[in-house]
C-alpha cells in the first residue's frame, strides 16, 4: 500500500487544544457524515473533544521523504513521476528559479517557483517559497491563495483557512483575473480566476473540515464569480454536496436545475458528469467502473459516486469504495482523494 496525513482557537487553552486536533483529524467531522446521516453541531463538537486527545501527535516528526500525514495517521510520500515528468517539470523549475533570481521583486516569478515544487510534489518547499515571498509582498492575495492550496494538499485545514480569509479580505473591491494554468488544459485555454480559485478553496478547506455552514457561504460566493461552465460545475458539484450533507434536499435539488447534458465543458468533464448523476441522468455505473476504482485519474468521480450511495441508503458501499481507492493509488493530494479519506478517519472514530 501507498504511504499515506494529518493535520489544528481559541478562548482558552482547550480552544487551542482543540485546534492542535483539528490539524491532525484534518476534518473533524460531524461525525455522523460517516454513517451517511445529517449534519449534526453536537456530535461535531463530540468529535472535537474526542479529537483533543490526540493532540499531541500532531508533533510527530515525520520520516524521510514525507510530505505530510494523513488524516489516517499514515506518512504521504510523493509518487514517483516518470522520468520524462520529472525532467521536464524539474527544467521548468530550473527556469522559474533562473528568473526570480534575476528580478528578486518579481511576484509572479516567486509564485511559479512555488507552483514548480508543487507540481513535482515537493509541497512543503512550495509552502516554504511562498512564506518567503509574503515578506516582500504581504498583500499580494495570490500567496495567500497558493499557499493556501498546499496546506490543503498536506492536511493543515486551519492554516489553509487562515490564509484564504486574508485573501478574502484582499481581494475585496478589486477586479478580478484570470490565473495562467501550470498544467494547459487541451485547448489552451486558462479558464481558472484568482477570485474563484480563493473561494473555491475556502469551500473545501471549510467543507473537509466539518464546517458546513461556512463551507456554503464560500461556495455561494464561489458560484457568483463562477463565470464560465467548467467552473460553475465545479462549484455546483460541492454546493450540491454541502446541501445533502446539511439535510437541504430542496435547496440542493435546484443547484442542479440550471445544469444540462449538452453543456460545453473544457477540462471538468468528472465534475459535470457527476452533476449528471446527482440529476438522474447518469447511473454510478456510468462513472466509475467497479474493477478500476483505484484509477488515480477519478478522484473526484470516486468521491462523488460514493456519496452518491451514502445519500441513497448504502453508506456500507460507499465505504468499500473509499477504502478501495485510498489505499490502492498513491495520488493523494487530488481533493476527491483527501474528501474520500476524510470519511474513512471519521468512522475511525
Do not use: K
Not at 476534518?27 to 460517516?34: D, G, R
Not at 471538468?268 to 441522468?281: A, C, F, K, Q
Not at 474513512?344 to 472514530?349: C, K, N, P, Q, T
Amino acid at each position: 500500500m501507498a504511504h499515506r496525513t494529518a493535520g489544528t482557537g481559541t478562548r482558552s487553552l482547550e480552544g487551542a487544544l482543540l485546534r492542535s486536533a483539528a490539524l491532525l483529524v484534518g476534518v473533524l467531522l460531524p461525525a455522523t457524515w460517516a454513517c451517511g446521516l445529517r449534519y449534526d453541531a453536537e456530535e461535531e463538537e463530540a468529535a472535537l473533544q474526542e479529537a483533543a486527545s490526540a493532540g499531541q501527535e500532531e508533533a510527530r516528526e515525520l520520516p524521510p521523504a514525507a510530505e505530510a500525514w494523513s488524516l489516517l495517521g499514515e506518512p504521504l510520500t510523493p509518487p514517483e513521476p516518470s522520468e520524462e515528468a520529472r525532467v521536464l517539470q524539474e527544467g521548468f523549475l530550473t527556469e522559474a528559479r533562473a528568473e526570480l533570481a534575476a528580478d528578486p521583486g518579481d511576484a509572479d516569478a516567486a509564485i511559479w517557483v512555488g507552483r514548480r515544487l508543487a507540481y513535482l510534489g515537493r509541497f512543503g518547499e512550495a509552502i516554504a517559497a511562498y512564506t518567503e515571498a509574503m515578506e516582500a509582498h504581504p498583500d499580494d492575495a495570490r500567496f495567500y491563495r497558493h499557499r493556501g492550496h498546499r496546506y490543503i494538499t498536506v492536511r493543515r485545514l486551519d492554516d489553509a483557512i487562515a490564509d484564504f480569509r486574508r485573501a478574502v479580505d484582499l481581494i475585496e473591491g478589486t477586479e478580478d483575473e484570470i490565473e495562467p494554468d501550470g498544467l494547459p488544459n487541451a485547448l489552451g485555454i486558462p479558464l481558472g480566476t484568482l477570485h474563484f480559485n480563493i473561494w473555491y478553496h475556502l469551500g473545501l478547506a471549510h467543507y473537509l473540515q466539518g464546517d458546513l455552514e461556512a463551507a456554503l457561504e464560500a461556495y455561494r460566493s464561489c458560484m457568483e464569480v463562477s463565470t464560465n461552465p467548467d467552473l460553475r460545475v465545479a462549484t455546483g458539484h460541492w454546493l450540491y454536496m454541502t446541501l445533502r450533507e446539511l439535510g437541504r434536499d430542496d435547496e440542493a435539488a435546484a443547484v442542479l436545475e440550471p445544469f444540462s447534458a449538452d453543456m460545453e465543458i473544457i477540462e471538468n468533464d468528472s465534475y459535470h458528469r457527476l452533476i449528471l448523476l446527482y440529476r438522474g441522468e447518469l447511473s454510478p455505473n456510468d462513472l466509475v467502473d467497479p474493477a478500476a476504482v483505484t484509477d488515480p485519474s477519478t478522484a473526484s468521480m470516486v468521491y462523488g459516486v460514493g456519496n452518491w450511495y451514502r445519500y441513497n441508503g448504502q453508506p456500507d458501499r460507499a465505504t468499500e469504495i473509499f477504502r478501495t481507492f485510498v489505499e490502492g493509488t498513491d495520488q493523494w493530494a487530488a481533493f476527491g482523494f483527501i474528501a474520500a479519506e476524510a470519511v474513512l478517519a471519521r468512522e475511525e472514530r
